[in-house]
């Protein structure tokens, strides 16, 4: 993700088709979770802010 932000190149994220229905242990919603907090936290650190 750091990468990704830092070449920014990076317009829009999506996250979609979560199915809790098929979610095992919410493992899916807590991967999807952390994917955007990284994207957050990467494109804070590019800018020089630190999320709460």
């Known amino acids: 993700m ?8 990076l317009v829009s ?6 199915n809790p229905k ?6 899916t919603a807590r991967l999807a ?3 955007i907090y990284a994207l957050i936290d990467a494109h804070a650190e ?3 802010v630190k999320p709460v």
């Open 46 to 48: 590019l800018n020089s």
């Open 33 to 35: 979770s952390r994917l």
């Open 13 to 18: 994220a999506d996250v979609v088709e979560l």
């Open 2 to 9: 750091k990468y990704l932000v830092q070449s920014q190149k």
């Open 22 to 27: 098929y979610d095992l242990d919410n493992a």
